[in-house]
């Protein structure tokens, strides 16, 4: 292999450029070509504000709020009192027809209307004995699929869907409902297969 020839000029440890070829500094200050209308724009207020002392900021003086006059103190009285008479008058929601139709059922006429429905099969329904007439005809209303789907919606704004979609829920249902509300019972608005999906849901 013949042997590489090296120039005289080029010391044998230099790791330079080459010779003809510039160099960057970052010695120099770099500049960016400005327009005129931009170097016009400052100011020599600036520059002058910028000097200012901090003495010569003025502080504002901020109010003592230990001494405000007694006639503030009055109103503020009556104002609280204002404000504890608004949050004593509660605003009942008023009740639409069907509300005072459905509390005017007795428990009788929702008997003859569970009556009605089974007198409707051929046979008896299987695991309802210990159930009460009002979970039964809750349980039947769940499984109504054409007043919509009851997961996910509370049986009350179920039944004021169907009825504001015209499909005429039974008002029965609504009564049965009113009337669970007033023994309080907190379950209610929960259907019952809701509330088994929500167990497998929990359970997996």
Not at 164 to 192: C, D, F, M, Y
Request: with cysteine; glycine share 6%; charged share 35%.
């Amino acid at each position: 292999m013949p042997a590489t020839r090296r120039s005289a000029g080029a010391p044998r440890g230099r790791t330079g450029p080459a010779r003809g070829q510039s160099t960057i500094s970052f010695a120099n200050r770099v500049t960016k070509s400005v327009p005129k209308d931009a170097k016009s724009l400052v100011t020599k207020v600036d520059v002058a504000d910028r000097r200012k002392p901090a003495e010569a900021v003025k502080v504002e003086e901020k109010p003592n709020l230990d001494e405000q006059p007694e006639q503030e103190a009055g109103t503020q009285e009556e104002v609280e009192a204002e404000e504890e008479e608004e949050a004593e008058q509660v605003v009942v929601p008023s009740k639409s027809e069907a509300e005072l139709q459905a509390e005017k059922l007795s428990d009788a006429h929702i008997k003859r209307y569970w009556k009605a429905i089974e007198q409707e099969r051929k046979a008896p329904r299987v695991h309802q004995q210990g159930l009460s007439v009002n979970d039964k005809v809750l349980r039947y209303f769940d499984v109504s699929s054409q007043y919509g789907p009851c997961i996910g919606i509370d049986r009350t704004k179920r039944w004021q869907r169907a009825e504001r979609l015209g499909l005429g829920p039974p008002i029965e249902v609504l009564s049965v409902l009113l009337k669970e509300h007033k023994k309080t019972n907190e379950g209610v608005e929960t259907a019952q297969m809701d509330r088994v999906l929500n167990s497998i849901a929990v359970g997996s």
